[in-house]
């Protein structure tokens, strides 16, 4: 009897579960979900940036709540946080920081993406709303990179803000618009204060959908193929939730690395110098995620036709990343997985490297061999997106595809003597 | 697997480190010197800070302020309470407005700013030849270098070399941004009497008071590296713990 009988907390979900299932959703999405067996690290970031999104929001709403958003007292309320809110310092850190780590994870989930089709069919939309998500990090972190009002802080401001200038006719009104006056000031940094606390939790609303659409065809994996029966998959829970803990925490030292011993190693020294407007810094450089995008703005040195170097620059960053939500069309092999790609597995690494260059493009001020690396880049970033991805797609001679998933694992050395059966829960 | 996480970790690091690298300066390297909170266990040396504080007292702060240091913060660096109200009280300080509707001035309390030598900025320009003497307890933060510049810039004035071409009124820096900086040399040996004894030479008033800035610019140093070890030391074992947990359960995979 004692058996048969479920417990109370038992019968009390039972109860909420025929209402509202919850419980059975997160059993489904996040304990039974099928996984593909064959995940490597590569598949942790995912999760780690998910992670990443709730301490930047909890930090910041904490940071929120001792935080001025006015001209006057934004710069003085930041070191009122570092000094006398019980570890300002701490949550101030974790912040600043945690928006470097969060592109760095962000980034090498992308390249991950890249080098295993992840955005091939059936996930285009998952891709397209993966790309949507970086839009707005972008944005986000832009403005909050603006509110401690020093002098990057201001000049960031100033010069991003003066690139919807170059848009013909318009142009100069919408940055009126934007700055809310005839320059960059108290009123610009109300408004983005406000955007900074909102776009958050677009986010948020966006990685649902990034997961719902994850979560009707399950993971991509390392072999790039669709997993076709149960012994190809494994119950997230405890495989990857124990794995995504592993990494969280190897992750984790890296963070508090940061947040302890280099604080500022990532920052900008000028950031510590009070906004003002009379006084341009020598080198205005955005923060290190952002550096290839300027790479390319400022490398259309000459006019385009009729259109000024100015907005070709501006057009040719806003497209940089708008071409990636065309990728699942522009790629046209039918293998997903850079493995069985013969060439697209050596042109990839040519992308990160190009990249890195524009990253260093992007860092130092635009003179001599700078000014040159910068268009090389710039032009080879357009050319392997538009010509060299529908080009090996075409002329690649893929490798042949295993079988499934557990054949391939099984012929990869596997011990387990029942590899290739269902695996159950331990 | 393990290799493979710290293939991750460590492409994660270099992308990080490569951006960094990229905006090394190319100027006058700076001399670097041993700072007693340089590393992972490095604290602030409360003696040190002291003769700081009072270098910067009797000389820095003829024309520079600490905008961001109250007199309370003091009692930080080892200072005992009534020192602290001693120092205070050693300032006026602007009060007001009073029931008349007058400011006033009355000797300073811990819970004071410290107050700086100027009332605005205009002020400080007019009595410094035009230039502004930057505020001082961000400068370690807030200048490429940190601790090595400022000593460098305290220690690093020079005859110009003969086809330097001086602007009138500018002193020759080697490690100055252009090399002419408005500041004259402010120190000069035995400029202060240290209480406990040691020599107030150049070098050792520079480090003293560069000491001083770097703890006025991040106060919570020595919290941060005890709190770091213990989250470091945690997370490591941590790591070890989930590491050995995922091998386990993934035993009947592999």
């Known amino acids: 009897m004692a058996e048969t009988r479920p417990g109370a907390a038992a019968r009390i979900i039972r109860w909420i579960d025929y209402r509202l299932p919850f419980v059975q959703f997160l ?57 006398d809110v019980n570890y300002g310092w701490l949550l101030r850190y974790l912040h600043m920081n945690g928006a470097s780590m969060f592109f760095a994870i962000v980034y090498i989930h992308l390249f991950r993406g890249l080098y295993y089709g992840s955005y091939k069919t059936p996930r285009e939309l998952l891709w397209i709303i993966g790309v949507i998500i970086l839009l707005l990090l972008i944005a986000t972190a832009f403005m909050g ?36 006056g005839f320059t960059v000031g108290d009123p610009t940094l109300h408004r983005f204060y406000a955007l900074h606390y909102l776009l958050p939790f677009v986010i948020v609303a966006v990685v649902l959908l990034h997961l719902i659409a994850l979560h009707r065809h399950g993971s991509n994996n390392p072999l790039g193929i669709d997993h076709k029966g149960p012994e190809d998959t494994i119950p997230f829970h405890p495989y990857y939730t124990i794995k995504d803990l592993f990494g969280l925490t190897v992750f984790l030292l890296i963070y508090c690395f940061f947040v302890f011993y280099a604080p500022n190693f990532l920052g900008e020294p000028d950031n510590y110098i009070p906004a003002n407007p009379m006084q341009t810094p020598n080198h205005i450089v955005p923060e290190w995620y952002l550096l290839p995008y300027y790479a390319i703005l400022r490398s259309i040195t000459f006019p385009i036709l009729f259109i000024s170097s100015k907005l070709a620059g501006v057009i040719l960053a806003f497209s940089s990343i708008l071409i990636l939500f065309f990728l699942p069309w522009l790629d046209t092999s039918p293998v997903r997985s850079a493995r069985f790609r013969p060439i697209y597995k050596w042109v990839f690494w040519l992308l990160v490297i190009d990249v890195i260059a524009l990253g260093w493009v992007g860092a130092n001020p635009p003179e001599g061999i700078v000014v040159t690396v910068g268009q090389i880049a710039t032009f080879y970033y357009f050319i392997h997106m538009l010509i060299l991805f529908p080009l090996i797609g075409k002329l690649e001679r893929p490798l042949p595809l295993p079988n499934s998933i557990s054949a391939a694992v099984e012929h990869g050395g596997a011990r387990l003597s029942g590899a290739g059966a269902p695996l159950a829960k331990p | 697997m393990l290799k493979r996480t710290f293939a991750a970790a460590a492409l994660s690091a270099v992308v990080l480190l490569a951006s960094a690298l990229a905006r090394a300066a190319d100027e006058t390297p700076l001399p670097r010197q041993e700072w007693s909170f340089d590393g992972v266990f490095g604290t602030y040396d409360l003696a040190s800070l002291q003769r700081g504080f009072q270098v910067y007292k009797e000389v820095c ?96 004035y020079k005859e110009p070399p003969a086809s330097f071409k001086m602007i009138e009124g500018m002193n020759y820096n080697e490690f100055f941004p252009g090399h002419q900086i408005a500041m004259p040399p402010p120190l000069s040996d035995n400029a202060v009497t240290f209480a406990d004894g040691t020599l107030a030479t150049v070098p050792q008033m520079a480090h003293d008071v560069t000491s001083f800035l770097t703890w006025a610019a991040e106060p919570n140093l020595d919290d941060r590296h005890r709190t770091g070890l213990k989250v470091i030391l945690f997370l490591v074992v941590g790591a070890g713990v989930f590491y050995a947990a995922k091998r386990k359960i993934w035993a009947q995979i592999h």
């Open chain 2, 61 to 156: 702060s003829v024309c520079h302020p600490v905008k961001h240091l109250y007199f309370r913060d003091l009692g930080e660096i080892g200072y005992s309470e009534d020192e602290v109200k001693a120092i205070a009280a050693g300032y006026q300080v602007t009060d007001g407005p009073n029931d008349e509707g007058q400011m006033y001035q009355r000797p300073g309390r811990p819970s004071d700013p410290i107050p700086g030598p100027f009332p605005n900025d205009q002020a400080a320009r007019a009595a410094n030849n035009g230039a502004l003497p930057p505020d001082q307890s961000l400068i370690v933060k807030a200048r490429p270098g940190g601790p090595d510049y400022v000593y460098g810039i305290l220690t690093g």
């Open chain 1, 145 to 180: 990179y603006v509110l401690p009002w020093g002098q990057m802080s201001y000049w960031a401001a100033t010069v991003i803000t003066n690139l919807f200038s170059a848009i013909p006719v318009i142009g100069p009104g919408i940055v009126t618009f934007l700055w809310g």
């Open chain 1, 27 to 83: 059993n489904h999405e996040l304990n039974e979900y099928p996984t593909p067996r064959n995940l490597s690290y590569w598949w942790n970031y995912g999760s780690l940036s998910g992670i990443m999104l709730v301490v930047m929001i909890i930090t910041g709403i904490i940071l929120a709540a001792q935080y001025t958003p006015s001209s006057d007292l934004a710069f003085d309320s930041v070191e009122r946080i570092m000094r």
